[in-house]
């Protein structure tokens, strides 16, 4: 394997482990600069005094090609290595389990919380201006259209949006970070597993001066029927979407497209 | 000639003895690795293409500026010590003497683990 094999084959094996291509670009145009000086280096030993070889040999362009790999290291060694120091530039990719395993839920929590902020807020708000500095009579019993929306924005919050955007967002940190693709898995098979077990239920009517119910919580049963007919599908819709998520965001192209650190791509070119 | 990797214990210490180097002067990859040769005997000797993710992960921290610079007639990168390179250095350099003077003193110590008095 010639020099050049071998930069390829490390381009490739970088691209594997999901490096961007900023990354894996200045990565390989430096050891191509490191080969061109150690070619020099083993060819004109009277510029490197200093090295203690055997000179004859080194002259040989097979001497050059065959210590080469064991000068700079095969490309699968390298490309460990370099996965491993890139991964280490983040928090996420020195803490996987932190992030993957721990983190999910409490994102969720926070996402869930998040939307129904953004969107109850200014709903709340507006039935407050509305009655007390337009002075529009606005009873909220009187308008069950109204209920309606608020509860169903709150229950696609909870198993639609806020999961859906806590397994993209997870998905798209693991790949810019070059994380293995099983961590946001793990999040998702999680997320699933939690969202799969939420119920909830509404009456806005149940009869005359009775006030609307509306329940929520988690549905945790151990029965064989339970959990193959009523969680497992549930479990199973929700993983697929969470892996659809991950196979999109690890895409070659996605992943490739990221940017790489800013130190890297606002490097000047040569 | 063949290259003997370092063991396992030497983790850490790419990245202590690039950041001491480069607090000298700015230098480029291969600059860098025949460095460390020629100030340890050709005692360490990393694979030299493992000097790079190093360099890269530190200059992503800040503890390195990294400028594509020409140098004898060609372009290259050349590695530079910030300001907190510098203050990781002083850590580093820290942490090394405590192992340091740990290993020593279990190397140097009696069978009962107690310090070797002098």
Known sequence: ??????????????ASRGLSRAYIERLVAELDDHIAD?????????????????MSAARKPDYFVDNLGERIGTPTQLAIFAAE??????????HPILTFVMAPLPVFAA???TYYLVVALPILAFVYLAEHVLGWPFAIEKHPWFGCGVLTFFSCDLVVLAPITTAWLLSRLAIRNAVNWRWPTVACALLAAVVAMVRFSWNLH?????????????????????????WL???GLALAIGLA??????????AQNSDGPATISTLPAA | MAKNSNPDYLNGVPELVLLQLLERRPMYGYELVRAIERSTGEVLAFGEGCIYPVLHRLEADGSLAGKRETVQ????????LTAGGRMRLVGRIAAWRNVSVAVNQILLGDEHGRPATT
Not at chain 1, 38 to 54: G, I, Q, T, W
Not at chain 1, 85 to 94: I, N, P, V
Not at chain 1, 206 to 226: E, K, L, R
Not at chain 1, 245 to 254: E, N, T
């Open chain 1, 85 to 94: 120091q890139y991964r280490a530039r983040s928090f996420l990719g020195r």
């Open chain 1, 1 to 14: 394997m010639d020099d050049q094999q071998r930069l390829e084959a490390l381009r490739a094996e970088l």
């Open chain 1, 111 to 113: 996402l869930c919380l």
């Open chain 1, 233 to 235: 599908p549930k479990f």
């Open chain 1, 206 to 230: 149940p009869g005359p001066h009775q006030n609307g119910v509306f329940t929520i919580g988690f549905n945790v049963g151990s029965s064989a029927q339970w959990i193959l007919l009523d």
């Open chain 1, 38 to 54: 150690l070619a020099n280096h083993l060819l004109n030993p009277a510029s490197h005094l200093e090295r203690n070889l055997d």
């Open chain 1, 245 to 254: 998520l991950v196979w999109r965001a690890r895409r070659p192209g996605d």
């Open chain 2, 73 to 80: 007639g060609r372009s290259r990168v050349v590695y530079r």
